[in-house]
Structures are given as C-alpha cells and as structure tokens.
C-alpha cells in the first residue's frame, strides 16, 4: 500500500488526474459491489432488472467497471432489491486508499436487512433480553 500511496501522492498534484482516478476508483467499486450483491442474492440480470424496474442490459451495463452516469433513484431501487441501505457520501481525497482497501467481499457485500444483528439479534440473545425485563 505504500508504494501507491507514494504513487497517489505525485499523481494527485494534478488536479484533472486527482479526480479521474477518484471517479474511476468509485465506478469500479459500485459496479462490483452491484454485481457480488446480486450474485450472493441469488440473482440473475433479469431478475434484478424486474426488481428495479429495468431490462437486463440496463443491469449488464451497471455493473461494467467503465460505467459512469449512475442515478441516484436507480441506486435507491437496486439497494432496496438488496435489502440494504443506500450511502452517498463526500470524502477527502485521502480515504481513497481506504476505498481501495475496502475492495473485499465483507465491504462490498453487506448483509441484507434481515440478517442484520443490530436489528435481528439472534433467538437466543432476544429471548434472554425479554426474560430479563420481565
């Protein structure tokens, strides 16, 4: 990490390249993590695109690493078919190498709502808890 760190340093001093690499970085990681979610839920293109309402190709061309005009109602409807929650954030150049870091299935496959232990501890912890407020 530290030679692209090195690396990142001197390219960023240009600004055109700062943001290139930025929104390729990005690109990249939502077109992947659209890909790996569908796959770990079990779903084809097709069947994804009648969630969010779209045709197959509209998916295939989602999860190109070269696609650029993401939507923002478009990532609402694919989150919701996932069962996750949609995050839009601005960042500081520096919590790129994070992003780049990040790239792993635990980051780019969150667990869906229903599997989530914040809000669905197991049977266990939950019938405990009520048995001791009683």
């Given at each position: 990490?530290?030679?692209?760190?090195?690396?990142?340093?001197?390219?960023?001093?240009?600004?055109?390249?700062?943001?290139?690499?930025?929104?390729?970085?990005?690109?990249?990681?939502?077109?992947?993590?659209?890909?790996?979610?569908?796959?770990?839920?079990?779903?084809?293109?097709?069947?994804?695109?009648?969630?969010?309402?779209?045709?197959?190709?509209?998916?295939?061309?989602?999860?190109?690493?070269?696609?650029?005009?993401?939507?923002?109602?478009?990532?609402?409807?694919?989150?919701?078919?996932?069962g996750?929650?949609?995050?839009?954030?601005?960042?500081?150049?520096?919590?790129?190498?994070?992003d780049?870091?990040?790239?792993?299935?635990?980051?780019?496959?969150?667990?869906?709502?229903?599997?989530?232990?914040?809000?669905?501890?197991?049977?266990?912890?939950?019938?405990s808890?009520?048995?001791?407020?009683?």
């Amino acid at each position: 990490m530290n030679e692209l760190l090195e690396n990142l340093i001197e390219d960023f001093q240009n600004e055109e390249a700062r943001y290139a690499y930025s929104e390729s970085v990005a690109n990249a990681y939502v077109s992947e993590q659209i890909k790996r979610l569908r796959e770990d839920r079990g779903l084809s293109q097709e069947e994804l695109a009648e969630l969010v309402g779209t045709k197959q190709s509209g998916i295939s061309r989602l999860q190109s690493k070269d696609y650029s005009a993401w939507k923002v109602e478009t990532l609402r409807k694919l989150a919701k078919a996932f069962g996750v929650r949609l995050r839009i954030s601005f960042e500081e150049f520096g919590t790129i190498t994070n992003d780049i870091a990040g790239f792993n299935e635990g980051n780019l496959v969150p667990r869906k709502f229903a599997d989530d232990p914040i809000f669905n501890p197991p049977a266990t912890e939950s019938h405990s808890l009520g048995a001791s407020q009683r």
